[in-house]
């Protein structure tokens, strides 16, 4: 949800930026629009949408940090909960922690 709402951003910015940020890998993309710096004073467009994209792109790369640590959570927790069912060909973490396959 987050990143296509950085990608609607992107169609809809100042040619400027648009044109900045078009084309770019979503690793690039986030990394460029988390990177923008926005004066507290500046109440622009193009401040303002810089300060959207960079958020919305914080936010895409917590969020991505926060699944990774949950899914390794879940894998650990899976694997001593029930070895037999992580071992089965097809069940991974995620199904093994339900007990349903």
């Known amino acids: 949800m987050a990143l296509n709402q950085l990608h609607h951003l992107?169609?809809?910015?100042?040619?400027n930026i648009r044109e900045r940020v078009r084309g770019l890998s979503h690793?690039?993309?986030l990394a460029t629009c988390g990177a923008f710096r926005v004066p507290a004073d500046d109440d622009s467009l193009p401040a303002i949408t810089r300060l959207s994209m960079r958020e919305v792109?914080?936010?895409v790369v917590?969020?991505?940090e926060q699944i990774a640590?949950?899914?390794n959570r879940v894998s650990?927790?899976?694997a001593q909960a029930a070895p037999e069912l992580v071992a089965i060909h097809g069940v991974g973490p995620d199904?093994?922690?339900?007990?349903r396959f």
């Open 62 to 64: 917590q969020r991505d």
């Open 57 to 59: 792109a914080r936010r």
């Open 76 to 78: 650990w927790l899976s």
């Open 69 to 71: 640590v949950t899914g």
């Open 27 to 29: 690793k690039d993309l």
């Open 10 to 15: 992107v169609v809809t910015a100042p040619k």
């Open 95 to 99: 199904v093994a922690s339900t007990g």
